[in-house]
């Protein structure tokens, strides 16, 4: 069925975008690549702009520098047209959120967004159980949970790989920053720092953490130093290993 709507997608000149983000794309290029195996694994035939992807706007958005972010939105908004895109999966929650409500391109130009947790949730029959074999903390983004509302997908696809999931005391809507957003690491690096390490004396010692957004991510691993920092495209990908 999924392999008859693509060719659909592509025959209506509907394509799919996975869109890293530039953080992804820059700095974590092998978590790029996790994404693009899961999409794989999960059957669902998709293009990439590579060099004609362009940065969301996000942080000239959040720096308040609007003439500037109205022409990357243009920009964007041209390319994606250029190339049929009818649907834009991205694993960055600060790209899903500008995407999806600041240039409200499901609304105004029928272009549909997911945040990655939500296309593997919707193709979770793909995904076999596993049994519950592991405990890990799960940390809420602020750009995914805050400002965009998805709390219960990552949970219910940690389940799905086997994980307990252990909450943190501020989680949900109350959840705190990992200590990047705003650009914090950059004005006010010891700030950041006091912030992630916070957030990670809650978590046992040689325990396990995930956080779906590469700015969380590489936050917590680079200030965790008993705790196991995993991306959410690996745990995905080691339950798939896994026997």
């Known amino acids: 069925m999924s392999f008859l709507k693509n060719f ?4 209506l000149g509907s394509n799919t975008l996975y869109y890293p983000g530039c953080l992804t794309k820059a700095l974590l290029p092998e978590i790029q690549k996790n994404y693009e195996d899961i999409l794989h694994e999960l059957w669902i035939d ?6 004609k992807e362009y940065c969301c706007g996000s942080p ?22 250029e190339h049929a895109v009818g649907l834009i999966i991205t694993n960055c929650p600060a790209c899903y959120n500008v995407l999806k409500y600041q240039y409200k391109l499901e609304e105004e130009h029928w272009i549909k967004v997911e945040h990655i947790t939500q296309t593997i949730k919707r193709n979770e029959k793909k995904l076999k159980n596993k049994d519950v074999l592991k405990e890990i903390t799960y940390h809420d983004p602020c ?18 790989c086997g994980y307990k999931v252990n909450e943190l005391s501020h989680n949900r809507e109350n959840s705190m920053c990992c200590g990047w957003g705003g650009w914090l690491v950059n004005n006010n690096p010891e700030l950041s720092e006091k912030i992630c ?10 325990a396990s953490m995930t956080s779906p957004c590469p700015m969380c991510y590489f936050q ?12 959410f495209s690996e745990i995905i990908l080691d339950a798939k290993k896994e026997k």
């Open 8 to 11: 659909l997608d592509k025959i």
């Open 46 to 51: 998709f293009i990439k702009l590579s060099d």
């Open 60 to 81: 000239v958005l959040r720096a308040g520098m609007k003439d500037a972010y109205e022409k990357i939105k243009e920009k964007n908004i041209q390319i994606f047209k």
């Open 197 to 206: 390490n916070q957030v990670l004396s809650e978590i046992p010692e040689w």
């Open 143 to 160: 750009h995914l949970g805050r400002l965009s509302g998805i709390y219960e997908e990552p949970r219910e696809i940690l389940n799905k």
């Open 220 to 231: 917590f691993r680079k200030h965790a130093k008993n705790v196991e920092v995993k991306e």
